[in-house]
């Protein structure tokens, strides 16, 4: 045997030994990326002990909807507009004083003086009794006293919580305000 092929002989032997002392190495993986030791830095300095500032000052709530008055002869019907861009630009009209008139024996509707933004708003929808709505064909707030399948143009914006004082009201001029009744 040469020397070159005594030499790769042992590194041979020797990558072997390695590699089955790894398989069969007793100690259980280390979760930190240095052993313990007294060369290896303290505990403090591999790991940050707060959180990150992202964390401490979480955003401020959102809220998801807005309390608004429809005075129906007089009679307060409290409702809730979620939190969109149709509802946004409804809010910025308020207070308005509006006349309302049955439509087809299921809703109130009365027009608006400015249309409203419709950015991310589904094309149409339909409404169940208690449902606030906008028409965006006629420009009108709708208020849903009657089940109403889906049409284009019918855009849900909130909810009300008196579908008898609504149903029962003939024509009304009415007030809508943003917030609870007073």
Same mark, same amino acid.
């Given at each position: 045997?040469?020397?070159?092929?005594? *030499?790769? =002989?042992?590194?041979?032997?020797? $990558?072997?030994?390695?590699? !089955?002392?790894?398989?069969?190495? @007793?100690?259980?993986?280390?979760?930190?990326?240095?052993?313990?030791?007294?060369?290896?830095?303290?505990?403090?300095?591999?790991?940050?002990? $707060?959180? &990150? =500032?992202?964390?401490?000052?979480?955003? @401020?709530?959102?809220?998801?909807?807005?309390?608004?008055?429809?005075?129906?002869?007089? $009679?307060?019907?409290?409702?809730?507009?979620?939190?969109? =861009? !149709?509802?946004?630009?409804?809010?910025?009209?308020? @207070?308005?004083?509006?006349? %309302?008139?049955? +439509? /087809? /024996?299921?809703?109130?509707?009365?027009?608006?003086?400015?249309?409203?933004?419709?950015?991310?708003?589904? &094309?149409?929808?339909?409404?169940?009794?208690?449902?606030? #709505?906008? +028409?965006?064909?006629?420009? =009108?707030?709708?208020? +849903?006293? #009657?089940?109403? #399948? +889906?049409?284009?143009?019918?855009? &849900?914006? #909130?909810?009300?919580?008196?579908?008898?004082?609504? *149903?029962?009201? @003939?024509? %009304?001029? /009415?007030?809508? $305000?943003?917030?609870?009744?007073?």
């Amino acid at each position: 045997m040469t020397t070159s092929q005594f *030499r790769a =002989a042992v590194l041979a032997i020797v $990558t072997v030994m390695g590699v !089955a002392a790894c398989a069969s190495d @007793p100690q259980p993986p280390s979760n930190t990326p240095f052993e313990a030791g007294p060369t290896s830095p303290p505990p403090s300095t591999l790991m940050p002990t $707060t959180a &990150p =500032a992202a964390t401490e000052n979480p955003e @401020p709530d959102v809220p998801n909807q807005t309390t608004i008055t429809i005075t129906v002869n007089g $009679t307060p019907v409290t409702g809730v507009l979620q939190n969109n =861009a !149709a509802s946004a630009s409804l809010l910025a009209q308020l @207070p308005l004083e509006l006349s %309302f008139a049955d +439509y /087809g /024996g299921q809703e109130k509707i009365a027009g608006i003086p400015m249309p409203l933004a419709l950015d991310g708003m589904p &094309p149409g929808g339909s409404a169940k009794p208690g449902t606030i #709505g906008y +028409y965006a064909p006629d420009q =009108a707030i709708v208020l +849903y006293y #009657g089940s109403v #399948g +889906y049409y284009d143009g019918i855009i &849900p914006l #909130g909810t009300f919580d008196d579908v008898a004082t609504v *149903r029962d009201s @003939p024509a %009304f001029v /009415g007030t809508v $305000t943003a917030g609870g009744a007073e």
